[in-house]
């Protein structure tokens, strides 16, 4: 991904499904959200190595800017990608790190503020649910 687009962070919207995908995925999950919770919301995006906690591989890590009553381990997500906010940064402390996400989180929803990005929350990307493979 980073032979399209450098790493950093991102923002956009991104859906999250009702139901989990897959019932052997580790981690905790509620196993259905409520409607509120599988609308489209903002979203920011760090992609690259986030060099603070020291990966090794290139990960595309969401966060979506909505109050979840519980973690969706599991449960499947369409995002759109629609700016770019900053490059990829190494922290001297978790503070700081910290500092910058609430930053680039008002940058995000400052920015889908505009008609022009307004209109991807509507997409057909989004329209069709997201897939379930549970009744």
Do not use: C
């Not at 991102?10 to 859906?15: E, K, M, S, T, W």
């Not at 609308?39 to 990966?55: A, D, E, Q, R, T």
């Not at 057909?124 to 379930?132: A, G, I, L, M, R």
């Amino acid at each position: 991904m980073v032979d399209v687009t450098p790493p950093g962070v991102y923002f956009g919207y991104a859906q999250v499904s009702a139901r989990r995908s897959d019932d052997e995925v580790n981690g905790p999950s509620s196993g259905t959200l409520e409607e509120e919770q599988t609308k489209v919301h903002p979203m920011v995006m760090s992609l690259g190595w986030n060099p603070f906690y020291k990966n090794e591989k290139l990960t595309a890590e969401i966060h979506v800017m909505h109050p979840f009553n519980a973690d969706f381990y599991g449960h499947e997500m369409k995002a759109v990608v629609l700016g770019y906010i900053r490059p990829e940064l190494d922290y001297t402390s978790r503070e700081g790190l910290i500092e910058d996400i609430e930053t680039d989180k008002r940058v995000a929803l400052k920015s889908l503020m505009r008609p022009a990005y307004q209109k991807f929350a509507h997409d057909e990307h989004f329209v069709t649910p997201v897939h379930e493979n549970h009744p």
